[in-house]
Structure formats: structure tokens, C-alpha cells
């Protein structure tokens, strides 16, 4: 099997059936084209859709924690100086 992370589309096009997707990585070198049944891709769309949008929320959440954790460090690193003396 093989994985490949895709940062943008840049490319789309169709023949007969058939729906090619060209892409790139985080690297400008690591192109890829996918061709995908044009059937297939229809059907999937609703749920490619579901996804993308929860994974949007799931980086929206983590980014979040990430912050107000963050800010509770503070406070606490904060507060245990505040109470000291030289």
C-alpha cells in the first residue's frame, strides 16, 4: 500500500470516466497524480465531505487546548514567582 500526504491540489482534469487529480506535498518535488473513477469519486464526495469537516474541527479543538494550556502554564509559572523574594 502506498501513503502520501497531500498539501494542495494543483491540477484537475477528466477524460472519459475518469477524474485526474495532480497534487503536491509539503515538498514541490513529491507531485502525484491520481486518477480516480469518476463514479467511484461521486459517491464518495458526501462522505470525503463529513471528514474533511471533522477533521477541520478536530485541529480547531486541538489548537484550542493547546492555548489554554498554554495560558494555564503562565499563570502558574506566574503565580509561583510572584510569591517569591530576592
Do not use: C
Amino acid at each position: 500500500m502506498n501513503e502520501a500526504f497531500i498539501l494542495k491540489t494543483i491540477s484537475l482534469h477528466t477524460s472519459a470516466d475518469v477524474v485526474h487529480i495532480e497534487s503536491i506535498g509539503y515538498d514541490q518535488d513529491e507531485k502525484m497524480i491520481i486518477e480516480w473513477d469518476a463514479r467511484s469519486l461521486l459517491e464518495d464526495i458526501p462522505s470525503l465531505y463529513r471528514m474533511a469537516q471533522q477533521a477541520i474541527k478536530q485541529g480547531e479543538e486541538y489548537e484550542l487546548k493547546k492555548y489554554v494550556d498554554f495560558k494555564r502554564q503562565l499563570a502558574d509559572d506566574w503565580k509561583g514567582k510572584r510569591g517569591r523574594k530576592k
